[in-house]
């Protein structure tokens, strides 16, 4: 079975950029598969920023884009905000047989 | 807009069957795609189960086929049913809808503890 991986932690300074990646120990995003990203903040459901590793769901604000990096796909946020202090997590459908998500970054606005 | 709510006891008592609804509003659960999708307390998120209309169900192997999903046309709702249950399956269930190039909405979850 796949393993997802993504970075425990990533601290990012308030107007800053910084980028998110998730890595398929099967190599999946170069063989057509695709990413969807989340961000939870505590106490509240999941909410997609991000599907088909680059499509944004209406209210996702423009400073998050999505892209494949190499072989992994990336959430890039770019002129970080407070708000966007929050767990993200990727998820990588495999041909809907089943999916796998990645265990999360804890992202840090300071 | 579709809109996803989750129901079920917030209770379960060990060696059990889980049992929980997702009522869809706003749109017909023969359009889109759907999942069961889990969270246990301080942990990340875990795929359960995925279910297309007219399509294959799927499970995630580590449930060890204790997992029973199955869709509701007549009520437009969507079930989970997971059978000895034990401590481990403490976790905030959420339903979600995917498919037609609409990204992935998800319900508000529901919290099911284990415990006698």
């Known amino acids: 079975q796949a393993v997802v991986t993504q970075e425990p932690s990533l601290t990012v300074s308030p107007g800053g950029t910084v980028t998110l990646t998730c890595a398929s120990s099967?190599?999946?995003?170069?063989?057509?598969?695709?990413a969807y990203w989340f961000q939870q903040k505590p106490g509240q459901a999941p909410r997609t920023l991000i599907y088909?590793?680059?499509k944004k769901q209406s209210w996702t604000p423009a400073r998050f884009s999505g892209s494949l990096l190499g072989d992994k796909a990336a959430l890039t946020l770019s002129g970080a905000q407070p708000e966007d202090e929050a767990d993200y997590y990727c998820?990588?459908?495999?041909?809907?047989?089943?999916?796998?998500f990645g265990g999360g970054t804890k992202l840090t606005v300071l | 807009q579709v809109q996803l709510q989750e129901s079920g006891p917030g209770l379960v008592k060990p060696s059990e069957t889980l049992s929980l609804t997702c009522i869809v509003s706003?749109?017909?659960?023969?359009?889109?795609?759907w999942s069961w999708i889990r969270q246990p307390p301080g942990q990340g998120l875990e795929w359960m189960s995925y279910?297309?209309?007219?399509?294959?169900?799927n499970y995630n192997p580590s449930l060890k086929s204790r997992a029973t999903m199955s869709l509701d046309t007549s009520r437009n709702q969507f079930s989970l049913k997971l059978t000895s249950v034990s401590a481990a399956d403490t976790a905030v269930y959420y339903c979600?809808?995917?498919?037609?190039?609409?990204?992935?909405?998800w319900g508000q979850g529901i919290l099911v503890t284990v415990s006698s």
């Open positions: 979600a809808r995917s498919g037609s190039d609409s990204g992935m909405r």
């Open positions: 706003g749109d017909s659960i023969t359009n889109y795609h």
């Open positions: 279910s297309a209309y007219r399509g294959s169900t």
């Open positions: 099967t190599g999946v995003f170069t063989s057509g598969y695709w």
């Open positions: 088909d590793t680059t």
């Open positions: 998820l990588v459908p495999y041909s809907g047989v089943y999916w796998m």
